[in-house]
């Protein structure tokens, strides 16, 4: 929130290569506490490669990642957990035969001493979560095969605050959803910047993205395009992504 | 024994109902998962819910299967209430008691297109509706708050320039052509005022002012207990005041308004090089912690407002003065200020000395305010019905 303290995190000329496709070059991201950012970008820009090489999935070629201001590693993804960055990708990773408990504890799952499940506990903690997001799930025994979309990205948000992270990336989280699922989405990322957290939200959708912005980062054939504040217009955000202005070579 | 039974009894009772309230309409089995109560409790008190008419059954499908969405009872309709702010839309269902069914917030972008967001609000009255599971022809017609000026009588802006890119939108038409429902609508301020004056703060007092601090600063008047809206329904803009000969510019074209000084860019952008980028719900936030830079910005904020609304009551002499909107969540660190303005001047503590309170309703005053017009309005369009349309 304070302009010139340390990001929470920052990417320093980050590049990742695929062979001959160049997925990222030399980008720079900062993100601070209390902060929603964005990154937009088109279909291969490179947006969620960056957003693989925060979650610790996909290691960059060069470049430094560097956590309150010290430089860090982020050899996979449970070492980046570790850090305090929690993931939601587009496919969740969720269980659709568990309940919604278990899979807000997926492999999080709190023991009593004598090693055996405390349901009634997680149970307990997983309603408080959910009605501190706002989240609209009917039923926290229900598996999640049953849970509409919306529902489903409700409960992989949920999932990540578990661990007490610091930042948290989503990746497209209102793709394919319907205009309620959709506000409750943007509302639990109000939440979780009210929370003190750092978002990364990527997305396609400009309208959703400059709704709960704070910084939009325009990502354009794997290199910084723009940088603007989140009530910047549609116009100029979208000439930075479609490269309408100076293209960079 | 007995006694903490009953009261066991009816703390299970109030858990059930908060959960049906809370997501609009539940089947049993989701009921018990929602309350952690025991399948037996759950159907004993929803049978108990339904004999007292709290509550009613109605078919549904859950994962394929027949079950019985439990709801709150609606009988005799529902109306719809949608407020369109600067940077959130809020859309609520209601019943013919004023019950809230089922609400949703949904984040704006700044200057939001009419397009998009009349678009999505009409999509999510839908949803809401299917929320609580009732479906479009239960509507009997939908009320739309707007940060502007809105005449009445033709549904359009009546000032240019306010609400960027909305100048010349026929609003009530397009709701009425996407929902097919009737839709009235008013300036947002007026329906806080509507709540108030009606359900709220007010409603022992005739007359009163609702003043509305939020993005921008509005006012509802209320006379004899209508709601005053002027030509055009431009009463009680008081963001457009001038406070300051010598400022800067407004959306309306004139010089110093007072929404350039206590509007939300304004407030704010005192604050940019010592706490960044702040959102309104920020600032209220930290007001409310004791960050000493954010009350001070607060409370003068208050005195500037209390200036004008002192002068105003002195012109019509309200018994009371409600304050809604964001910045009224911040207590007496905002009201504070605005009581002091008015205590200044002599003629409003004459009498009996002018009251100024918060909102009841805090930001739900506009929501509910929708409602209420929504549910005035139909009573008069079914009272004089036969043939004739809406407006």
């Known amino acids: 929130m304070t302009p010139g303290r340390t990001p929470l995190l920052a990417l320093r000329q980050i590049s990742k290569n695929f062979g001959a496709v160049e997925a990222l070059v030399g980008v720079d991201l900062d993100v601070h506490a209390?902060?929603?950012?964005?990154?937009?970008?088109?279909?291969?820009?490179?947006?969620?490669?960056?957003?693989?090489?925060?979650?610790?999935?996909?290691?960059?070629?060069?470049?430094?990642?560097?956590?309150?201001?010290?430089?860090?590693?982020?050899?996979?993804?449970?070492?980046?957990?570790?850090?305090?960055?929690?993931?939601?990708?587009q496919d969740l990773a969720l269980c659709e035969n568990l309940d919604v408990t278990a899979n807000v504890f997926l492999g999080r799952e709190m023991y009593n001493r004598a090693g055996l499940l405390q349901e009634g506990q997680m149970e307990t903690e997983t309603r408080a979560l959910l009605r501190d997001l706002t989240v609209r799930v009917p039923s926290i025994r229900t598996p999640l095969r049953h849970l509409s979309g919306g529902q489903r990205q409700a409960v992989a948000i949920a999932r990540t605050v578990i661990g007490n992270p610091r930042?948290?990336?989503?990746?497209?989280?209102?793709?394919?959803?319907?205009?309620?699922?959709?506000?409750?989405?943007?509302?639990?990322?109000?939440?979780?910047?009210?929370?003190?957290?750092?978002?990364?939200?990527?997305?396609?959708?400009?309208?959703?993205?400059?709704?709960?912005?704070?910084?939009?980062?325009?990502?354009?054939?794997?290199?910084?395009?723009?940088?603007?504040?989140?009530?910047?217009?549609?116009?100029?955000?979208?000439?930075?992504?479609?490269?309408?202005?100076?293209?960079?070579? | 024994m007995s006694g903490s039974q009953s009261s066991l009894r009816e703390a299970n009772r109030a858990r059930v109902v908060e959960a049906v309230k809370r997501h609009g309409g539940l089947t049993q089995v989701e009921l018990t998962g929602a309350t952690g109560l025991s399948a037996a409790t759950v159907s004993t008190i929803v049978k108990e819910l339904l004999g007292a008419g709290m509550v009613e059954v109605r078919p549904a499908v859950r994962s394929g299967r027949r079950a019985q969405l439990v709801t709150l009872a609606h009988r005799v309709g529902l109306v719809a209430g949608v407020v369109v702010g600067y940077r959130q839309m809020?859309?609520?269902?209601?019943?013919?008691?004023?019950?809230?069914?089922?609400?949703?917030?949904?984040?704006?972008?700044?200057?939001?297109?009419?397009?998009?967001?009349?678009?999505?609000?009409?999509?999510?009255?839908?949803?809401?509706?299917?929320?609580?599971?009732?479906?479009l022809e239960e509507l009997v017609a939908i009320g739309l708050g707007l940060p502007t000026p809105v005449d009445a009588s033709t549904g359009l802006l009546s000032v240019r320039g306010v609400l960027r890119g909305w100048d010349g939108v026929p609003v009530a038409q397009v709701l009425e052509k996407r929902l097919a429902r009737p839709v009235f609508v008013d300036n947002d301020a007026n329906l806080g005022a509507l709540a108030e004056s009606t359900v709220g703060a007010a409603r022992a007092y005739h007359d009163s002012l609702y003043v509305r601090v939020s993005h921008g600063v509005g006012a509802g008047v209320v006379l004899g207990g209508r709601v005053h809206r002027g030509v055009g329904g431009t009463a009680g803009e008081l963001g457009h005041v001038q406070v300051d000969p010598g400022g800067r510019i407004c959306g309306c074209g004139s010089r110093g308004c007072l929404d350039t000084v206590v509007g939300v860019p304004a407030l704010l952008e005192p604050l940019a090089t010592s706490h960044g980028n702040l959102t309104l719900r920020d600032l209220v936030q930290l007001a409310e912690t004791g960050d000493p830079g954010c009350r001070e910005i607060v409370a003068d904020a208050g005195a500037t407002v209390g200036a004008v609304v002192a002068n105003l009551a002195t012109v019509l002499s309200p018994q009371c003065v409600v304050v809604g909107g964001e910045l009224a969540e911040t207590g007496e660190i905002f009201l504070g200020p605005v009581r002091e303005a008015v205590r200044r001047r002599t003629l409003l503590s004459q009498f009996v000395p002018l009251e100024v309170v918060s909102a009841t309703l805090g930001t739900q005053a506009e929501l509910m305010g929708a409602i209420l017009l929504a549910l005035q309005s139909t009573d008069v369009f079914e009272n004089a019905d036969d043939g004739r349309g809406n407006q």
């Open chain 1, 167 to 249: 930042i948290v990336v989503l990746d497209e989280p209102t793709a394919a959803l319907s205009v309620a699922h959709t506000a409750e989405v943007l509302t639990h990322i109000e939440r979780l910047r009210g929370m003190g957290l750092g978002v990364i939200l990527i997305s396609h959708n400009l309208n959703d993205v400059r709704a709960v912005a704070d910084r939009v980062e325009v990502l354009r054939h794997g290199r910084n395009n723009g940088s603007f504040r989140g009530d910047a217009s549609h116009e100029e955000i979208l000439a930075a992504i479609t490269g309408a202005g100076s293209p960079s070579l």
């Open chain 1, 34 to 89: 209390h902060e929603v950012v964005a990154l937009v970008g088109d279909n291969g820009a490179g947006k969620s490669t960056l957003a693989k090489v925060i979650a610790g999935v996909l290691q960059p070629d060069s470049g430094l990642i560097e956590m309150d201001g010290a430089p860090v590693t982020l050899p996979s993804a449970s070492a980046a957990n570790r850090l305090g960055v929690a993931s939601v990708f």
């Open chain 2, 90 to 135: 809020r859309v609520a269902i209601a019943d013919v008691t004023h019950e809230v069914l089922a609400e949703q917030t949904l984040p704006l972008p700044a200057e939001h297109r009419p397009d998009t967001s009349l678009d999505r609000a009409a999509l999510l009255v839908v949803d809401l509706l299917e929320r609580v599971g009732a479906d």
